[in-house]
């Protein structure tokens, strides 16, 4: 079992920067994928970016490129998300996941483990 907890979350204004934290802890940590999602209230769920955990590859949705930079640290067991020039349109839920397997960096459905989620709300 590996558990999630995110942290970082806060009200910013528009313009700001805010930095989420991930730290993964329970059986010896060896994801495949790490990501960030977020959900506004009324949307569906939305891909931010994802990271390999091997080699430190990354991904981003389009929303974000050049505004979010996602990092982690192997000996902490903890991911990163940059956040720079918010827009009230990042406001939402952001929840950090795991995948274990094989699976696109945008597919929810491929993550095996979930946070409980930050909340980020981007004044304007």
């Known amino acids: 079992q590996v558990q999630l907890v995110e942290s970082g979350g806060g009200l910013v204004q528009a313009g700001g920067s805010l930095r989420l934290s991930c730290a993964a802890s329970?059986?010896?940590?060896?994801?495949?994928?790490m990501g960030w999602f977020r959900q506004a209230p009324g949307k569906e769920r939305e891909f931010v970016a994802a990271?390999?955990?091997?080699?430190?590859?990354?991904y981003y949705g389009d929303s974000v490129k050049g505004r979010f930079t996602i990092s982690r640290d192997n000996a902490k067991n903890t991911m990163y998300l940059q956040m720079n020039s918010l827009k009230p349109e990042d406001t939402a839920v952001y929840y950090c996941?795991?995948?274990?397997?094989?699976?696109?960096?945008?597919?929810?459905?491929?993550?095996?483990?979930w946070g409980q989620g930050s909340q980020v709300t981007v004044s304007s």
């Open positions: 996941a795991a995948a274990y397997g094989f699976t696109l960096a945008a597919r929810a459905s491929g993550y095996d483990y």
């Open positions: 329970g059986r010896t940590f060896s994801a495949y994928l």
């Open positions: 990271i390999r955990w091997r080699d430190g590859t990354t």
